[in-house]
């Protein structure tokens, strides 16, 4: 099982991951994840994308034919898409109120596994070091703070510990994202110059 340490750790890798990505994007991507899934839903689906089709081609060709001179063609066509743009629309209705409620049920189960677990823990481990510190290397205010609010006096908190590793994964990822664009910049700075 992994430690305090790595546990905390990789819970903030996950929300710096959220928030990074974006929690909409996140969520789109589930969404068409779970359409393609084999459930009944699946297949309104693909009615629906059927109907979208249809209905722009069925209005493609009312717009390339006269109502004046083809109005017979014309309102066939009309009728046609009429018809077709109830169904889409019911069915997206159909769609719409199971994609609110998946969407709720995404954003229950993404804040209880990374905001929630990491809340949970803080309360759970509040009293327990998360590691100990060696002895007479830090003066008594230095201890004191770091064993802030309730862990024992000369070992690091869940709260000290959950700062330490939010601000270092920030750094970190800001750093990976500066050399990496550096690194780009010189490749096509490189580029350049060899056309």
């Not at 493609?60 to 046609?80: I, P, V, Y």
């Not at 719409?96 to 995404?106: A, C, E, G, L, Q």
């Not at 009293?127 to 230095?142: D, G, H, R, S």
């Not at 990976?176 to 664009?181: E, K, Q």
Request: hydrophobic share 45%; aromatic share 12%.
């Amino acid at each position: 099982m992994l430690s305090l340490i790595w546990t905390i750790f990789f819970v903030h890798v996950a929300i710096y991951v959220v928030n990074t990505i974006g929690a909409s994007t996140i969520d789109s991507l589930l969404w068409i994840l779970y359409i393609k899934l084999p459930t009944p839903l699946s297949k309104d689906a693909q009615d629906q994308n059927r109907l979208k089709r249809e209905v722009v081609q069925l209005k493609r060709d009312m717009n390339n034919t006269s109502s004046q001179d083809e109005f017979a063609k014309w309102a066939k066509l009309r009728r046609r898409h009429d018809k077709a743009m109830d169904e889409y629309e019911q069915l997206n209705k159909k769609i719409m109120s199971h994609k609110t409620s998946f969407d709720w049920s995404v954003k229950i189960a993404r804040w209880l596994s990374t905001n929630g677990l990491k809340i949970f823990l803080q309360f759970w481990y509040s009293k327990t070091p998360v590691f100990a510190l060696p002895e007479a290397w830090f003066p008594y205010y230095v201890q004191w703070v770091l064993s802030f609010p309730r862990a024992p006096l000369g070992s690091v908190s869940v709260h000290v510990w959950n700062s330490v590793c939010a601000t270092t994964i920030s750094v970190l990822a800001e750093i990976i994202t500066a050399r990496f664009l550096q690194a780009n910049k010189a490749s096509v700075a490189t580029a350049q110059k060899t056309e």
